[in-house]
């Protein structure tokens, strides 16, 4: 069993849709990081959060530590948010990330 | 964007050949990493390094070498490089033990024929 799994893996939604990610893990944590990759592109660092819920435009990411459950929520989803999500936990007193193997989104107009 | 910039991004070499990719930052972080992204795999843990000359293995450490002689400069390495090294490679940089962002660079293509 993966120490961090992601659902869905893939995800279409019609543009406008509101979209859910969701991130689980296993091992005890400090913080949980949301990244995105667009297509052949590199990856980039939405938020970093270590408990309750995080926004920026129209992401919001939530965090239960208790639950051990990550989601991230894209409100009125666009195609430019077509790309793969990717949720990532440091272990608990170490220096490294694991990775969940990531949610691929295509939003169609 | 975080000054990590990664070299080269494309590259294509023979079985047997060595190959040494470059990471390079402007942010003074502490920490480096190198990653591989396979498809069905999430990122996979190859090397990573806390401090000139100190690195460690990570899960998917066989058959490469990592090198840290400066802050800035992070250099990983495959010996004599096999298919199955065939990879999108990344490096990122973070101070995570302060529990901050990480920043990755824009990847590696490599393909191993």
């Known amino acids: 069993k993966n120490e961090v799994e992601q659902s869905p893996q893939n995800l279409t939604a019609q543009e406008g849709e509101f979209i859910t990610i969701n991130c689980s893990y296993s091992?005890?944590?400090?913080?949980l990081h949301w990244l995105q990759q667009h297509p052949g592109g590199g990856i980039v660092s939405l938020f970093m959060l270590s408990s309750g819920k995080k926004k920026h435009g129209r992401l919001i990411a939530t965090i239960n530590i208790q639950e051990k459950h990550s989601s991230l929520h894209i409100t009125a989803s666009h195609p430019r948010d077509s790309a793969v999500y990717i949720c990532?936990?440091?272990?608990?007193?170490?220096?490294?990330?694991?990775f969940g193997t990531g949610t691929r989104l295509q939003v169609f107009p | 964007d975080a000054g990590i910039t990664q070299s080269p991004r494309h590259k294509v070499t023979e079985t047997g050949t060595p190959v040494t990719l470059r990471c390079h930052q402007t942010e003074n972080h502490r920490y480096m990493y190198w990653y591989r992204q396979d498809p069905g795999h999430g990122l996979r843990l190859i090397h990573y390094?806390?401090?000139?000359?100190?690195?460690d293995k990570g899960e998917v450490s066989d058959g490469y070498s990592v090198s840290r002689s400066k802050t800035e400069d992070f250099l990983l390495t495959l010996e004599s490089a096999t298919s199955s090294q065939t990879s999108v490679y990344f490096c990122?940089?973070?101070?995570?033990?302060?529990?901050?962002?990480?920043?990755f660079g824009q990847g590696t293509r490599l393909t191993v024929v």
């Open positions: 091992v005890g944590i400090s913080a």
């Open positions: 990122a940089i973070s101070n995570l033990g302060k529990n901050t962002e990480a920043f």
């Open positions: 390094s806390y401090g000139v000359k100190d690195t």
């Open positions: 990532a936990v440091p272990v608990y007193n170490t220096d490294k990330l694991i």
